[in-house]
Protein backbone atom coordinates (compact mmCIF):
# COMPACT_ATOMS: atom_id res chain seq x y z
CA UNK A 1 0.00 0.00 0.00
CA UNK A 2 1.71 3.11 -0.83
CA UNK A 3 2.31 5.34 2.21
CA UNK A 4 -0.18 8.36 1.51
CA UNK A 5 -2.94 5.91 0.88
CA UNK A 6 -1.73 3.90 4.33
CA UNK A 7 -1.29 7.43 6.32
CA UNK A 8 -5.19 8.17 4.82
CA UNK A 9 -6.55 5.35 6.64
CA UNK A 10 -4.68 5.54 10.03
CA UNK A 11 -6.56 8.83 10.06
CA UNK A 12 -9.84 8.41 8.92
CA UNK A 13 -10.31 4.74 9.65
CA UNK A 14 -12.15 5.85 12.96
CA UNK A 15 -14.46 8.10 10.61
CA UNK A 16 -15.63 5.65 7.81
CA UNK A 17 -18.76 4.07 9.51
CA UNK A 18 -19.96 7.44 10.38
CA UNK A 19 -19.06 8.64 6.58
CA UNK A 20 -20.79 6.19 5.97
CA UNK A 21 -23.62 6.40 7.55
CA UNK A 22 -23.95 10.60 6.60
CA UNK A 23 -23.54 8.66 2.79
CA UNK A 24 -26.59 6.36 2.64
CA UNK A 25 -28.99 8.17 5.09
CA UNK A 26 -31.40 10.31 2.74
CA UNK A 27 -31.37 6.74 0.56
CA UNK A 28 -34.31 4.06 0.88
CA UNK A 29 -33.77 0.67 1.67
CA UNK A 30 -30.60 1.54 3.96
CA UNK A 31 -32.13 1.55 7.65
CA UNK A 32 -30.25 -1.38 8.58
CA UNK A 33 -26.60 -0.21 7.14
CA UNK A 34 -27.24 3.10 8.68
CA UNK A 35 -28.24 1.48 12.58
CA UNK A 36 -25.22 -1.21 11.83
CA UNK A 37 -22.64 2.24 11.49
CA UNK A 38 -24.14 4.21 14.25
CA UNK A 39 -23.38 1.49 16.28
CA UNK A 40 -20.09 0.37 14.95
CA UNK A 41 -19.08 4.40 15.70
CA UNK A 42 -20.19 4.04 19.16
CA UNK A 43 -18.29 1.09 19.88
CA UNK A 44 -15.08 3.29 18.62
CA UNK A 45 -15.99 6.61 21.08
CA UNK A 46 -16.91 5.03 23.84
CA UNK A 47 -12.60 4.37 25.34
CA UNK A 48 -11.73 8.05 23.77
CA UNK A 49 -14.57 9.87 24.38
CA UNK A 50 -14.82 12.73 26.68
CA UNK A 51 -17.84 12.32 28.42
CA UNK A 52 -17.68 16.00 30.52
CA UNK A 53 -17.61 17.36 26.83
CA UNK A 54 -21.23 16.94 27.03
CA UNK A 55 -21.19 19.38 30.42
CA UNK A 56 -20.54 22.26 27.55
CA UNK A 57 -23.60 22.06 26.18
CA UNK A 58 -25.97 21.15 29.59
CA UNK A 59 -29.33 22.37 28.15
CA UNK A 60 -29.45 20.61 24.94
CA UNK A 61 -28.75 17.25 26.51
CA UNK A 62 -31.62 18.08 29.16
CA UNK A 63 -33.42 18.69 26.20
CA UNK A 64 -32.82 15.42 24.14
CA UNK A 65 -33.17 13.33 27.74
CA UNK A 66 -36.68 15.07 28.35
CA UNK A 67 -37.53 14.12 24.82
CA UNK A 68 -36.60 10.61 25.61
CA UNK A 69 -37.75 10.35 28.72
CA UNK A 70 -41.16 11.20 28.29
CA UNK A 71 -41.66 9.22 25.16
CA UNK A 72 -40.40 6.01 26.57
CA UNK A 73 -42.81 6.46 29.56
CA UNK A 74 -45.44 6.99 27.01
CA UNK A 75 -45.79 3.43 26.14
CA UNK A 76 -47.28 2.98 29.73
CA UNK A 77 -50.54 4.47 28.27
CA UNK A 78 -49.37 3.96 24.62
CA UNK A 79 -53.23 3.13 23.04
CA UNK A 80 -51.18 1.13 20.79
CA UNK A 81 -47.51 -0.10 22.90
CA UNK A 82 -46.49 -2.47 19.79
CA UNK A 83 -45.90 0.50 17.66
CA UNK A 84 -44.74 3.14 20.65
CA UNK A 85 -42.04 0.46 21.37
CA UNK A 86 -41.04 -0.29 17.31
CA UNK A 87 -41.21 4.09 17.36
CA UNK A 88 -38.90 3.92 20.50
CA UNK A 89 -35.96 1.82 19.00
CA UNK A 90 -36.27 3.28 15.41
CA UNK A 91 -36.28 7.21 16.36
CA UNK A 92 -35.51 7.28 19.90
CA UNK A 93 -32.87 5.38 20.49
CA UNK A 94 -31.27 5.71 17.27
CA UNK A 95 -31.45 9.23 17.46
CA UNK A 96 -29.94 10.02 21.04
CA UNK A 97 -27.19 7.34 19.49
CA UNK A 98 -26.23 9.04 16.06
CA UNK A 99 -26.33 12.66 18.54
CA UNK A 100 -23.89 11.15 20.88
CA UNK A 101 -21.60 9.74 18.28
CA UNK A 102 -21.64 12.64 16.36
CA UNK A 103 -20.71 14.83 18.73
CA UNK A 104 -17.85 13.04 20.22
CA UNK A 105 -16.71 12.48 16.67
CA UNK A 106 -17.05 16.16 14.99
CA UNK A 107 -14.47 17.68 17.73
CA UNK A 108 -11.35 18.23 15.00
CA UNK A 109 -11.01 20.06 11.74
CA UNK A 110 -10.00 16.20 10.18
CA UNK A 111 -13.17 14.60 11.41
CA UNK A 112 -15.20 17.86 10.55
CA UNK A 113 -14.01 18.09 6.82
CA UNK A 114 -14.70 14.73 6.35
CA UNK A 115 -18.27 14.53 7.55
CA UNK A 116 -18.85 17.74 5.74
CA UNK A 117 -17.21 16.43 2.46
CA UNK A 118 -19.67 13.12 2.75
CA UNK A 119 -22.83 14.96 3.04
CA UNK A 120 -22.12 17.07 0.19
CA UNK A 121 -21.49 13.79 -2.08
CA UNK A 122 -24.46 12.76 -0.88
CA UNK A 123 -26.60 15.13 -1.84
CA UNK A 124 -24.82 15.38 -5.26
CA UNK A 125 -25.91 11.59 -5.03
CA UNK A 126 -29.99 12.48 -5.21
CA UNK A 127 -29.80 14.92 -7.27
CA UNK A 128 -28.31 12.46 -10.09
CA UNK A 129 -30.87 9.60 -9.00
CA UNK A 130 -33.69 12.67 -9.45
CA UNK A 131 -31.90 13.58 -12.49
CA UNK A 132 -31.96 9.78 -13.90
CA UNK A 133 -35.80 9.75 -12.97
CA UNK A 134 -36.30 12.90 -14.79
CA UNK A 135 -39.85 13.34 -16.31
CA UNK A 136 -41.26 9.66 -14.89
CA UNK A 137 -44.73 10.27 -13.89
CA UNK A 138 -44.73 7.21 -11.80
CA UNK A 139 -45.91 8.08 -8.04
CA UNK A 140 -42.56 5.84 -7.25
CA UNK A 141 -40.38 8.51 -9.10
CA UNK A 142 -39.21 9.46 -5.33
CA UNK A 143 -38.91 6.10 -3.84
CA UNK A 144 -35.22 6.12 -3.70
CA UNK A 145 -35.18 9.05 -1.76
CA UNK A 146 -38.19 7.46 0.83
CA UNK A 147 -40.76 9.54 -1.05
CA UNK A 148 -41.35 13.46 -2.06
CA UNK A 149 -41.92 14.59 0.96
CA UNK A 150 -39.05 13.31 2.83
CA UNK A 151 -36.66 14.50 -0.19
CA UNK A 152 -38.53 18.39 0.83
CA UNK A 153 -37.55 17.96 4.31
CA UNK A 154 -33.66 17.00 3.05
CA UNK A 155 -33.24 19.57 0.43
CA UNK A 156 -34.46 22.20 4.27
CA UNK A 157 -31.28 20.91 5.90
CA UNK A 158 -29.13 21.09 2.14
CA UNK A 159 -30.48 24.60 2.15
CA UNK A 160 -28.77 25.22 5.71
CA UNK A 161 -25.74 23.40 4.95
CA UNK A 162 -24.67 25.38 2.01
CA UNK A 163 -23.43 27.94 3.75
CA UNK A 164 -20.37 25.59 5.17
CA UNK A 165 -19.34 25.01 1.26
CA UNK A 166 -19.52 28.49 0.67
CA UNK A 167 -17.61 30.72 2.96
CA UNK A 168 -15.79 28.17 4.40
CA UNK A 169 -13.15 26.64 2.31
CA UNK A 170 -13.79 22.82 3.56
CA UNK A 171 -12.14 20.82 0.21
CA UNK A 172 -11.21 22.00 -2.75
CA UNK A 173 -13.36 23.89 -5.35
CA UNK A 174 -15.97 24.05 -2.41
CA UNK A 175 -17.78 27.25 -3.99
CA UNK A 176 -18.72 25.83 -6.81
CA UNK A 177 -19.87 23.02 -5.18
CA UNK A 178 -22.02 25.15 -3.03
CA UNK A 179 -23.14 26.83 -6.30
CA UNK A 180 -24.16 23.28 -7.85
CA UNK A 181 -26.01 22.60 -4.50
CA UNK A 182 -28.00 26.03 -4.96
CA UNK A 183 -28.84 25.32 -8.12
CA UNK A 184 -30.29 21.94 -7.08
CA UNK A 185 -32.43 22.87 -4.59
CA UNK A 186 -34.21 25.25 -6.38
CA UNK A 187 -34.41 23.28 -9.38
CA UNK A 188 -35.69 19.85 -7.41
CA UNK A 189 -37.46 21.78 -4.78
CA UNK A 190 -39.66 23.08 -7.70
CA UNK A 191 -39.85 19.97 -9.57
CA UNK A 192 -41.23 18.32 -6.44
CA UNK A 193 -43.70 21.15 -5.40
CA UNK A 194 -41.97 21.52 -2.32
CA UNK A 195 -43.14 25.17 -1.54
CA UNK A 196 -41.74 25.05 2.34
CA UNK A 197 -38.60 24.02 1.37
CA UNK A 198 -38.23 26.71 -1.54
CA UNK A 199 -39.82 29.42 1.02
CA UNK A 200 -37.15 28.40 3.84
CA UNK A 201 -34.21 28.93 1.46
CA UNK A 202 -35.39 31.90 0.36
CA UNK A 203 -35.34 33.14 4.28
CA UNK A 204 -32.69 31.11 5.07
CA UNK A 205 -30.46 32.87 2.55
CA UNK A 206 -32.24 36.08 4.54
CA UNK A 207 -31.23 35.09 7.92
CA UNK A 208 -27.75 33.87 6.94
CA UNK A 209 -26.84 37.00 4.97
CA UNK A 210 -27.69 39.25 7.78
CA UNK A 211 -25.89 38.06 11.03
CA UNK A 212 -22.86 37.41 8.35
CA UNK A 213 -23.02 40.71 7.19
CA UNK A 214 -23.23 42.05 11.23
CA UNK A 215 -20.59 39.85 12.52
CA UNK A 216 -18.22 40.94 9.78
CA UNK A 217 -18.79 44.52 10.31
CA UNK A 218 -19.54 44.96 6.68
CA UNK A 219 -23.79 46.12 7.24
CA UNK A 220 -25.20 48.14 5.15
CA UNK A 221 -28.57 49.22 4.16
CA UNK A 222 -27.33 48.72 0.80
CA UNK A 223 -26.28 45.10 1.10
CA UNK A 224 -29.18 44.47 3.45
CA UNK A 225 -31.88 46.17 0.85
CA UNK A 226 -30.19 43.80 -1.77
CA UNK A 227 -30.21 40.69 0.30
CA UNK A 228 -33.88 40.87 1.27
CA UNK A 229 -34.90 41.69 -2.83
CA UNK A 230 -33.02 38.36 -3.87
CA UNK A 231 -34.46 36.01 -0.88
CA UNK A 232 -37.73 37.56 -1.04
CA UNK A 233 -37.26 36.97 -4.75
CA UNK A 234 -36.76 33.28 -4.66
CA UNK A 235 -39.14 32.12 -1.90
CA UNK A 236 -41.46 34.52 -3.49
CA UNK A 237 -41.80 33.04 -7.17
CA UNK A 238 -41.93 29.72 -6.04
CA UNK A 239 -44.39 30.05 -3.33
CA UNK A 240 -46.91 31.89 -5.18
CA UNK A 241 -46.75 28.97 -7.93
CA UNK A 242 -47.65 26.66 -5.07
CA UNK A 243 -50.24 28.22 -3.16
CA UNK A 244 -51.65 28.98 -6.77
CA UNK A 245 -51.33 25.42 -7.45
CA UNK A 246 -53.56 24.44 -4.90
CA UNK A 247 -56.30 26.07 -5.08
CA UNK A 248 -60.07 24.80 -6.03
CA UNK A 249 -60.07 27.58 -8.87
CA UNK A 250 -57.37 28.96 -10.68
CA UNK A 251 -59.16 32.87 -11.15
CA UNK A 252 -59.85 32.80 -7.40
CA UNK A 253 -58.94 37.07 -6.11
CA UNK A 254 -56.11 37.52 -3.54
CA UNK A 255 -59.06 37.96 -1.12
CA UNK A 256 -60.60 34.43 -1.99
CA UNK A 257 -57.24 32.85 -1.65
CA UNK A 258 -56.95 34.39 1.57
CA UNK A 259 -60.35 33.44 2.94
CA UNK A 260 -59.69 29.71 1.28
CA UNK A 261 -56.46 29.19 3.17
CA UNK A 262 -57.33 30.74 6.89
CA UNK A 263 -60.74 29.04 6.72
CA UNK A 264 -61.02 25.94 4.15
CA UNK A 265 -57.77 24.86 3.15
CA UNK A 266 -57.67 20.91 4.22
CA UNK A 267 -54.78 21.26 6.74
CA UNK A 268 -56.99 24.13 8.28
CA UNK A 269 -59.86 21.49 8.93
CA UNK A 270 -57.04 18.70 10.17
CA UNK A 271 -55.56 21.15 12.71
CA UNK A 272 -58.77 21.80 14.08
CA UNK A 273 -59.90 18.01 14.27
CA UNK A 274 -56.50 17.00 15.81
CA UNK A 275 -56.78 20.11 18.10
CA UNK A 276 -60.02 18.53 19.81
CA UNK A 277 -58.24 15.52 19.89
CA UNK A 278 -55.45 17.01 21.99
CA UNK A 279 -58.26 18.54 24.51
CA UNK A 280 -60.06 15.00 24.09
CA UNK A 281 -56.76 13.25 25.63
CA UNK A 282 -54.42 15.64 27.16
CA UNK A 283 -52.16 12.49 27.81
CA UNK A 284 -51.25 11.72 24.14
CA UNK A 285 -52.31 8.59 22.39
CA UNK A 286 -48.32 7.21 23.07
CA UNK A 287 -45.51 8.34 21.26
CA UNK A 288 -45.29 6.94 17.61
CA UNK A 289 -46.50 8.98 14.43
CA UNK A 290 -48.73 6.07 13.57
CA UNK A 291 -50.62 5.44 17.05
CA UNK A 292 -52.74 8.05 16.42
CA UNK A 293 -54.64 6.96 13.66
CA UNK A 294 -54.81 3.58 14.21
CA UNK A 295 -56.30 4.76 17.76
CA UNK A 296 -58.94 7.25 15.83
CA UNK A 297 -59.90 5.55 12.46
CA UNK A 298 -58.53 1.95 12.04
CA UNK A 299 -59.70 0.63 15.19
CA UNK A 300 -63.51 1.10 14.48
CA UNK A 301 -63.96 2.25 17.70
CA UNK A 302 -64.50 6.15 16.15
CA UNK A 303 -65.99 7.62 12.91
CA UNK A 304 -64.23 8.81 10.53
CA UNK A 305 -64.52 12.92 9.76
CA UNK A 306 -66.08 13.22 6.31
CA UNK A 307 -62.91 15.47 5.21
CA UNK A 308 -60.81 12.28 6.43
CA UNK A 309 -61.69 9.46 3.86
CA UNK A 310 -58.98 7.12 5.93
CA UNK A 311 -56.56 8.01 3.67
CA UNK A 312 -53.23 8.65 4.83
CA UNK A 313 -52.91 12.22 4.21
CA UNK A 314 -55.61 13.49 6.09
CA UNK A 315 -54.74 10.74 8.91
CA UNK A 316 -51.90 12.90 10.70
CA UNK A 317 -51.40 16.59 12.32
CA UNK A 318 -49.31 17.75 9.39
CA UNK A 319 -47.94 19.95 12.30
CA UNK A 320 -45.06 19.06 14.38
CA UNK A 321 -46.25 20.92 17.59
CA UNK A 322 -49.47 19.64 16.75
CA UNK A 323 -48.46 15.79 16.32
CA UNK A 324 -46.68 15.94 19.92
CA UNK A 325 -49.53 17.16 21.73
CA UNK A 326 -51.13 14.27 19.93
CA UNK A 327 -48.80 11.45 20.80
CA UNK A 328 -47.32 13.06 24.13
CA UNK A 329 -50.39 15.53 25.01
CA UNK A 330 -50.05 18.97 26.66
CA UNK A 331 -46.34 17.84 28.12
CA UNK A 332 -45.15 16.71 24.56
CA UNK A 333 -45.75 20.35 23.28
CA UNK A 334 -44.14 21.89 26.09
CA UNK A 335 -41.20 19.02 25.12
CA UNK A 336 -40.47 19.88 21.63
CA UNK A 337 -40.56 23.60 21.62
CA UNK A 338 -38.03 23.51 24.23
CA UNK A 339 -36.21 21.23 22.29
CA UNK A 340 -35.87 23.15 19.23
CA UNK A 341 -35.54 26.53 21.53
CA UNK A 342 -32.56 24.98 23.51
CA UNK A 343 -30.77 23.67 20.14
CA UNK A 344 -31.40 26.90 18.14
CA UNK A 345 -30.11 29.21 21.47
CA UNK A 346 -26.96 26.87 22.09
CA UNK A 347 -25.73 27.85 18.56
CA UNK A 348 -26.78 31.53 19.04
CA UNK A 349 -24.37 31.53 21.91
CA UNK A 350 -21.60 29.70 19.74
CA UNK A 351 -22.10 32.54 17.59
CA UNK A 352 -22.00 35.41 19.81
CA UNK A 353 -19.17 34.46 21.65
CA UNK A 354 -16.95 33.10 19.16
CA UNK A 355 -15.00 35.86 17.29
CA UNK A 356 -13.81 33.99 14.22
CA UNK A 357 -15.53 30.74 13.87
CA UNK A 358 -19.62 31.82 13.18
CA UNK A 359 -19.88 29.47 9.78
CA UNK A 360 -20.84 26.28 12.09
CA UNK A 361 -23.26 27.96 14.73
CA UNK A 362 -24.74 29.52 11.44
CA UNK A 363 -25.49 26.92 9.97
CA UNK A 364 -26.77 25.32 13.37
CA UNK A 365 -29.44 27.59 13.58
CA UNK A 366 -30.26 26.94 9.80
CA UNK A 367 -30.73 23.62 10.60
CA UNK A 368 -33.17 23.75 13.31
CA UNK A 369 -35.17 27.03 12.07
CA UNK A 370 -35.49 25.15 8.65
CA UNK A 371 -36.49 21.63 10.37
CA UNK A 372 -39.05 23.36 12.61
CA UNK A 373 -40.60 25.61 9.62
CA UNK A 374 -40.58 23.02 7.53
CA UNK A 375 -42.63 20.72 9.43
CA UNK A 376 -45.68 23.49 10.49
CA UNK A 377 -47.20 22.15 7.77
CA UNK A 378 -45.96 18.71 7.67
CA UNK A 379 -45.03 16.24 9.68
CA UNK A 380 -41.70 14.39 8.46
CA UNK A 381 -40.02 14.26 11.61
CA UNK A 382 -39.71 10.61 11.91
CA UNK A 383 -37.94 7.41 11.17
CA UNK A 384 -34.94 8.16 9.86
CA UNK A 385 -35.26 11.74 9.24
CA UNK A 386 -35.05 12.58 12.94
CA UNK A 387 -31.68 10.02 13.12
CA UNK A 388 -30.10 11.89 10.50
CA UNK A 389 -31.69 15.05 11.96
CA UNK A 390 -29.80 14.78 15.62
CA UNK A 391 -26.53 13.82 13.44
CA UNK A 392 -26.29 16.62 11.68
CA UNK A 393 -26.97 18.57 15.14
CA UNK A 394 -24.28 16.60 17.34
CA UNK A 395 -21.96 17.02 14.38
CA UNK A 396 -22.59 21.06 14.42
CA UNK A 397 -22.14 21.02 18.42
CA UNK A 398 -19.13 18.83 18.81
CA UNK A 399 -17.33 21.14 16.11
CA UNK A 400 -18.74 24.07 17.84
CA UNK A 401 -17.27 22.60 21.02
CA UNK A 402 -13.94 22.13 19.54
CA UNK A 403 -13.99 25.30 18.17
CA UNK A 404 -14.86 27.36 21.58
CA UNK A 405 -12.24 25.71 23.31
CA UNK A 406 -9.76 26.51 20.68
CA UNK A 407 -10.43 30.26 20.76
CA UNK A 408 -10.34 30.08 24.90
CA UNK A 409 -6.64 28.50 24.68
CA UNK A 410 -5.73 31.24 22.37
CA UNK A 411 -6.77 33.81 24.87
Known amino acids: ?42 LVIIKRADWHQLKKIPWVVSAIMLWALL ?16 ALRNEVFFSVLAFIVFFFLSQNHRAWHFFIVSIFISILLTFCVTLFNYG ?4 TRWSMLHDY ?18 LGQVFPLSKIVGVVIIAGIIFFGYDNNSRMAILGFGLVTLFYSILYLYRRQQFSLVKTAIIIVLSLTIAGMFGIKGIKNKLPEPDMSWKEIATYYS ?17 EKPEGTGYGWKVAPKHYFRSG ?13 YSHTHNLILDYGVQLGYLGI ?15 RFYINNSSQIIAPLAGMG ?41 DSND
Open 1 to 42: MPLQLSVFFQKYLYLFSAFIFLLLSPFSHTRVGTWFCLIVSF
Open 71 to 86: SLLSISWSAYPDITSS
Open 136 to 139: NVDP
Open 149 to 166: GFYGSFLSIASALVIIPL
Open 263 to 279: HDEPRVKIWRYWVTKII
Open 301 to 313: KYEVPDWQHNALM
Open 334 to 348: VIILFLFGTIFLTFW
Open 367 to 407: VTLLIFMKNQTDMFWVGHHIVYFFAIIGMILGYCVHEFEQL
